[in-house]
């Protein structure tokens, strides 16, 4: 009889769990089904931190059968030290700001990792909600921002495919150390507008050598720190332009004279260096008198102020009858420098 038995059991079904238990335990319902089985009515009501307990001692192979009634009676804190002893502290917290549904294993994992950090804990023990996207988002992060959970929290799947397009393209650029260094300081960022321009900043190189070393009066710009700093003083977007300066298409000078102006040279295939715009504080138009001085310095320089080497091509297509649009001389240089 005992042999006929042990067969029958060996062969006989799964305990199907309902549509509403799949829902409810996801990845763990065929589990919790063997032990609360249909309509699994005990384990659909239980709080939803109970809930969660349930699948969490599933996957780290606790002996759930012996505690199943002490799931849905006993105080959470003794059955977490029963079912979950190796679990951080915080735990019980977390379980009662999870959502409704059961999260995936791999999920649950990435939850235990971020309360066993000192950090990462005490942002996740002052959430209001704890969502299973941002767990996910935390997983996703470079490896030195692992715990940066208000980070993650703030920020959505794009962002952080971007972030981590950003750290990896670091690491084949500058090496794994400098790569890591900089996740490290992103981490510690206090907000993502922070963290925005830190990545950027960290992504662009230092400048080359400016094409001309300039005179007393215009001076260049020539690292990134320059470019901040001038960004600050002139209220203006020039830190935008570091990305053309650190490719070698452009070169930023400051006019020190008077109020101050920043210019911007740029390569020209014909004419080498022209200059490409200049702007006072605010992207004020610089006055007449300046744009002379500007202009007769520049010069000096070997920087042409005029007409693009592409204006010019267009300008050529007239010989066959093609016609466009075209500025005079004096209209292209009053744009340059700021007039509308």
């Known amino acids: 009889m005992t042999t006929r038995a042990s067969e029958a059991a060996a062969t006989a079904k799964p305990i199907e769990p309902s549509s509403l238990l799949k829902l409810v335990a996801g990845e763990f319902a065929l589990r919790v089904a063997d032990l609360w ?3 699994h009515a005990e384990f659909l009501t239980a709080p939803a931190s109970r809930r969660h307990l349930v699948c969490l001692a599933i996957l780290l192979g606790a002996d759930v059968s012996a505690h199943r009634d002490l799931f849905l009676t006993q105080r959470m804190r003794r059955l977490i030290g029963a079912v979950a002893p190796t679990a951080p502290e915080g735990l019980a917290r977390a379980l009662d700001r999870m959502g409704e549904v059961a999260w995936m294993a791999g999920d649950y994992r990435e939850l235990l990792r ?3 950090d000192r950090q990462a804990a005490k ?3 002052h959430a209001e909600t704890i969502e299973v996207e941002a ?3 935390m997983a996703a992060l470079p490896a030195p921002m692992a715990t940066s959970v208000g980070l993650a929290a703030a920020l959505n799947a794009g962002a952080v495919d971007a972030l981590r397009e950003a750290y990896q393209a670091m690491r084949l650029r500058d ?6 260094a900089a996740a490290a300081r992103w981490s510690r960022l206090p907000t993502v507008k922070a963290l925005r321009i830190a990545v950027k900043d960290d992504l662009c190189p230092e400048l080359p050598a400016p094409p001309h070393p300039g005179t007393a009066r215009l001076r260049p710009l020539a690292t990134k720190a320059a470019l901040r700093d001038a960004a600050r003083r002139y209220r203006n977007c020039v830190v935008d332009h570091t990305p053309h300066a650190a490719s070698g298409w452009s070169a930023l000078y400051e006019w020190v004279g ?3 102006a920043v210019v911007e040279v740029s390569r020209d295939h014909v004419f080498g260096w ?3 715009q200049a702007r006072m504080a605010d992207n004020a138009a610089v006055p007449q008198a300046l744009r002379e001085e500007i202009a007769s310095e520049l010069a000096l320089m070997g920087m042409h102020v005029g007409r693009s080497g592409w204006e010019l091509d267009r300008a050529l297509a007239q010989i066959d009858g093609r016609t466009f649009p075209m500025l005079t001389l004096e209209q292209t240089i009053a744009q340059v420098f700021g007039d509308e």
Do not use: M, N, Q, S
């Open 37 to 39: 089985p249909a309509p």
């Open 114 to 116: 971020l309360l066993a």
């Open 123 to 125: 942002v996740l023990r």
């Open 135 to 137: 767990i996910r988002r």
């Open 175 to 180: 090496g794994v150390t400098a790569a890591e």
């Open 258 to 260: 008077g109020l101050g």
């Open 274 to 276: 022209r200059l490409d």
